[in-house]
Structures are given as structure tokens and as C-alpha cells.
């Protein structure tokens, strides 16, 4: 199991939100770049760097700040939040980011994410945010009608070989991954699957693992000390 730590990036800070709502935003940790050293000094695999502001708006990116994390990280960087178009994942390629995560236009724009595939398949990766089950989008702030099994299945059926799955309801709250989404989705489809969303606890780690989930991404546990990085990684 690879746990990769979270910086949920505002405005060049590290902030966590609750269920996604921005209205709930609670600065955490250090300056990102202290906080991303933090990280790589307790045994982090990969990192897990979201630019909240684009993902609200699809415009506003911290490209500067994420290229200057990616120089300090002597482990792969997995960034997400607002790409959608073919610039943005060619300035984050550039900027030295080893997996990119589509969201949004992964549903809303096929044209784009078939091309993103097909030039940089192997920096691409599938986020799905459900809210009860429904795939959210434009920084979980619109829910659609499309259920996240069916969704998974398609973005297979396209190529993709890994999807982040968040449970919105779950995120930040520190109450548990949804195991039984996760399970469902993880013998669904052959994609690899990345947990998001509500991990306590090193327990909720070792569920996961039980289920067959490869890597986790941890948030607000890390940030409380609800679980150990260095304790998981050692």
C-alpha cells in the first residue's frame, strides 16, 4: 500500500476542505514547500498536490509554485484540479509532474481527454468525485447524472489504466474511506484504484489494503496525526 500525502493548494497555501465545500477552507501545515519536505523526509512514495483554485475555475493555476514542488520532490508528484484543456497538461508535464489527474473534462470533454491520452497516456489519471454515488464536477460543486461504476467502465473502455476515487461525503471528515463503493469499483473495472476521502487511521489504511486498493491519498489524518506516515512508510 502507497500512501500519498495531500497539499491542497489556495491561493499558495496548504488548506483542507470539509466535503468539499469552499466555504469551509482550514489553512493546515507549513508553507508548501517546508510541508512537501516534511513529506519526503517521513518515506512518502508519491505526493498528491491539488490546485484548488483551479479546480473551482479552470483558470487560476498555481504553475509556478507546483513547477518550484516538483523540483524540491526526489519522488513522483501526482497534481489534479482544473485541467482541462491540452495546454494545461503540457505546462504541468513541464513543470515536472509525473501523473496528472482529469476530473471535470474527463467527463465533459471527450475530444480532449482522448487526445491527453493519447499523448501523455502515461501521465494520465481518472479522478472521479461522487456525491452519493453520482459523479461531481467543477470542483464538486456540480453533480451529475452519471453513476461512477458506469463512468469507470467508460474511461476502461477509453484506455485509462488508473482513477482517484473520492466519496465527496467522506472527504476531510475523518469518518472512513467508503469501502463498499471502493470494493465495487475496484471489481468493476482492471483500472488501478486510488482511495481518497475520509481516512482516520492507519486501521482505515490497512482496510483498504485488504480490499485490494493499491495507494491511498491522505489529507487531514496526516495534518492531526491521525496517522503516521513515517509509522506506514517504515
Aim: one cysteine or more.
Amino acid at each position: 500500500m502507497k500512501i500519498l500525502p495531500a497539499i491542497d493548494l489556495i491561493d499558495g497555501k496548504c488548506v483542507r476542505l470539509y466535503q468539499g465545500d469552499f466555504s469551509k477552507t482550514e489553512q493546515v501545515g507549513s508553507d508548501p514547500e517546508s510541508q512537501i519536505q516534511t513529506f519526503l523526509d517521513d518515506g512518502a512514495e508519491i505526493v498528491h498536490i491539488v490546485d484548488l483554485d483551479g479546480a473551482r475555475n479552470g483558470e487560476a493555476r498555481q504553475y509556478e509554485l507546483i513547477k518550484q514542488l516538483c523540483s524540491i520532490a526526489t519522488v513522483p508528484v501526482q497534481v489534479g484540479g482544473g485541467i482541462r484543456n491540452i495546454e494545461a497538461v503540457e505546462n504541468l508535464v513541464n513543470a515536472g509532474a509525473d501523473r496528472l489527474v482529469i476530473g471535470t473534462a474527463a467527463l465533459e470533454d471527450e475530444t480532449f481527454l482522448r487526445e491527453a491520452l493519447d499523448r501523455f497516456q502515461e501521465h494520465i489519471v481518472v479522478g472521479i468525485d461522487a456525491k452519493n454515488e453520482m459523479v461531481a464536477t467543477q470542483g464538486w460543486e456540480t453533480v451529475s447524472k452519471t453513476h461512477y461504476i458506469t463512468f469507470a467502465k467508460q474511461m476502461e473502455a477509453l484506455g485509462v489504466q488508473t482513477i482517484v476515487f473520492t466519496d465527496i461525503s467522506r472527504d476531510g471528515t475523518l469518518t472512513g474511506p467508503n469501502l463498499d463503493q471502493l470494493k465495487s469499483l475496484n471489481e468493476a473495472v482492471s483500472c488501478k484504484i486510488v482511495a481518497s476521502g475520509g481516512i482516520s487511521s492507519n486501521e482505515d489504511i490497512r482496510a483498504l489494503d485488504e480490499i485490494g486498493i493499491e495507494e491511498a491519498i491522505v489529507g487531514k489524518a496526516i495534518y492531526d496525526g491521525s496517522v503516521s506516515l513515517k509509522e506506514m512508510t517504515s
